[in-house]
C-alpha cells in the first residue's frame, strides 16, 4: 500500500470516527489527490481551525476557486460547520476530510467527477 493510500485510510478513519459519516471512498480518493503534494508536508496537510487567515484561505481557494462558488456567507458559515463536526478541539484536522465535507454540503461531487 502506498503512501497515498494509507492518508486516505487515515482520512476515511477520520470521517467514520471523528466525523460520524461513512466516506464515499471514491470521492474522497478524488479529494485527496485534488489536494495535490500538500498532503505530504505536515503543516500544509492540515486546517488549522482556530486561525481565520486559514480558513479565508480555505474559501478562497478551495470554496471559490475549486468549486466555483459565489461568494457568500454561507461559504465561512459552512466551513465554521465543519469544523465543528470534525471536532474544534481535534488538533489535526486534515485538509482533504475538511474539502470533502465541504464538497459534500455543498452538493458538489461533480468538480471531482
Known amino acids: 500500500m502506498g503512501k ?7 482520512y476515511a478513519d ?16 478524488k479529494v485527496t489527490i485534488g489536494c495535490g503534494p500538500a498532503i505530504y508536508n505536515d503543516d500544509a496537510s492540515t486546517v488549522a481551525g482556530s ?22 456567507p454561507a461559504l465561512m458559515e459552512a466551513i465554521n ?3 465543528e463536526t470534525y ?10 476530510v475538511v474539502y470533502y465535507m465541504l464538497t459534500k454540503h455543498f452538493g458538489k461531487e461533480a468538480v471531482y467527477g
Not at 4 to 10: M, Q, S
Not at 51 to 68: A, H, P, R
Request: aromatic letters at 4%; a positive charge.
Open 14 to 29: 477520520d470521517l467514520k470516527n471523528k466525523c460520524g459519516m461513512t466516506p464515499d471512498m471514491d470521492l474522497l480518493t
Open 87 to 96: 471536532g474544534k478541539s481535534e488538533r489535526n484536522k486534515y485538509r482533504a
Open 4 to 10: 497515498r493510500d494509507e492518508l486516505i485510510a487515515k
Open 81 to 83: 460547520s465543519v469544523i
Open 51 to 72: 486561525q481565520d487567515s486559514e480558513l479565508e484561505t480555505v474559501k478562497t481557494n478551495f470554496l471559490m476557486k475549486k468549486l466555483g462558488l459565489a461568494d457568500s
